[in-house]
C-alpha cells in the first residue's frame, strides 16, 4: 500500500508560479511510475504530466507543455510538478497518483494509489 500526500497548492496570479510537492509513504518509491492529474470546478479529471521509475522519461499533457515540469527526488520519496506562467484554466484540484508499471501513462485507469489532491487556484 502506498500512501500519497500532496502540499504547495495555493492561490496565485496569474503569470505567476507554484511547486507541488507529493511525499510517498512507500519505501519502494523508486519502483512507482508517479503522476499529476487535476480536476477543474465542474469538470472530469484529466492527466497532466507524468514520470517514469527513474526520471528518464516523462509525458505531459499539450496544455501544460512549456510551463509545467515533473520531477522526482527518489532519495526523499518525492515527486515534483513545478508550475510556470499559470493561467486561471489552470485552477483545479490536483492529484497525485502512482503505478508499478514503468510506463508513464495519460490513463487514469492505470493508477493504482492517490492522494486527497490540493487546490490550485489561479486568478486573473
Known amino acids: 500500500q502506498v500512501q500519497l500526500v500532496e502540499s504547495g497548492g495555493g492561490l496565485v496570479q496569474a503569470g505567476g508560479s507554484l511547486r507541488l510537492s507529493c511525499a510517498a509513504s512507500q519505501r519502494s518509491f523508486s519502483t512507482y511510475t508517479m503522476a499529476w492529474f487535476r480536476q477543474p470546478p465542474g469538470k472530469g479529471r484529466e492527466f497532466v504530466a507524468a514520470?517514469?521509475?527513474?526520471?528518464?522519461?516523462?509525458n505531459r499533457a499539450d496544455s501544460v507543455k512549456g510551463r509545467f515540469t515533473i520531477s522526482r527526488d527518489n532519495a526523499k520519496n518525492t515527486v515534483y510538478l513545478q508550475m510556470n506562467s499559470l493561467e486561471p484554466e489552470d485552477t483545479a484540484v490536483y492529484y497525485c497518483?502512482?503505478?508499478?508499471?514503468?510506463?508513464?501513462?495519460?490513463?487514469?485507469?492505470?493508477?493504482?494509489?492517490w492522494g486527497q489532491g490540493t487546490q490550485i487556484t489561479v486568478s486573473s
Open positions: 514520470i517514469n521509475w527513474g526520471g528518464s522519461s516523462t
Open positions: 497518483a502512482a503505478r508499478s508499471n514503468p510506463y508513464p501513462s495519460s490513463d487514469q485507469m492505470r493508477y493504482d494509489y
